[in-house]
């Protein structure tokens, strides 16, 4: 009884699913997959690989979701404009996180963001995104993580970092089959029995 | 004389350079160079790719910083032992990114480092580190960004987010060629002659 299961993630009343546009299976094999490990550790409750199928990315971000715990769905091939109409439809807004949007920093968008307290589904890209995405038919916000050029992996981490105000990473997942227990220096883990 | 050059980037006490370790070129060649604009996107100093060398990074990075300016420096195939034996000889301290670690959430670890005032170089590997990254020869620190699985690329990027407290993502470019202008819709820049 004494190593009982770690806490569960914190429920939060909202629902961030992350959509991913323009992978090109091979190329953004290992990037896309950080970009949806991002999500799945930092709270987002679900991946939607739009428009495109990659089972390899699929396979690992299921294992470790079968490993560390928690409820992490993923999906792929939705075409992105189906996804949008449908999570539009259920009530949920989108936020399109590009180089080009209000500044996270320097801005309010976080609090109006915050605000609406309404489900979000946040469309993180590449360089070469369909304009409509910067439309009020798409997307409610475009919000930057910063002007200037770096990464939609990190980009998705600072948002969802500052929209859950750090409390993230001290996450629990429940059933998690192992954990990391963190300290000063070496690697240690505690594996749950079944 | 109406387009002045946007302001410098706030000058630090305290340089980052981060030291990414065991980039495989071809399969890593997006994720590092992710990694590598998050840096200079997120006001580190400089990057070292460590004991390899990858000169499609390197003209990247450099493209990137000649035409959204500031100064990053961009080093590669240098031995990790000797970019950390030399940075310690200059007085720096190093800290290793790593899930394993002290949770930057739940610890008081970022203080403890920013309490030191000294320049950092920052460690950042992949699954399967030498374990001697874990050891005091090496590290000064082991930080985690929570404790799940996910991605160097967004681990580095909450970190320097933190560190800063947000004002990198605020900071202009010494000697931008372009510059985003951030707005609610669309995509703007401002091109200065040189």
């Known amino acids: 009884m004494e190593d009982s ?3 569960q993630q914190p429920s939060s009343t909202r629902q961030i699913v992350v959509l991913r546009w ?12 950080h970009v949806a490990l991002t999500a799945r550790a930092l709270c987002a409750s679900g991946f939607i690989l739009s428009d495109t199928e990659d089972p390899h990315i699929q396979e690992t ?6 490993s560390w715990g928690g409820t992490f769905h993923f999906e792929m091939g939705t075409p992105w404009k189906r996804a949008v109409r449908e999570w539009k439809a259920k009530g949920g807004i989108v936020v399109h996180l590009t180089a080009y949007g209000e500044n996270i920093q320097t ?3 976080l609090n109006r963001i915050k605000a609406l307290n309404k489900d979000l589904l946040l469309i993180v890209g590449s360089q070469k995104v369909p304009g409509e995405f910067y439309s009020d038919q798409i997307s409610d916000f475009n919000v930057s993580i910063g002007n200037q050029p770096h990464s939609e992996c990190s980009a998705l981490a600072i948002f969802l970092d500052r929209f859950f105000e750090g409390k993230e990473l001290a996450a629990g997942f429940d059933k998690a089959k192992i ?11 505690k594996v749950y029995d079944e």
Chains 1, 2 share one sequence.
């Open 5 to 7: 299961k770690p806490i």
């Open 22 to 33: 323009g992978h090109r299976p091979q190329r953004d094999v290992r990037l896309t997959t």
């Open 61 to 66: 971000v299921n294992k470790i979701t079968k």
């Open 107 to 109: 801005s309010d968008i």
């Open 179 to 189: 954990e990391i227990i963190p300290q000063e220096r070496g690697k240690k883990t």
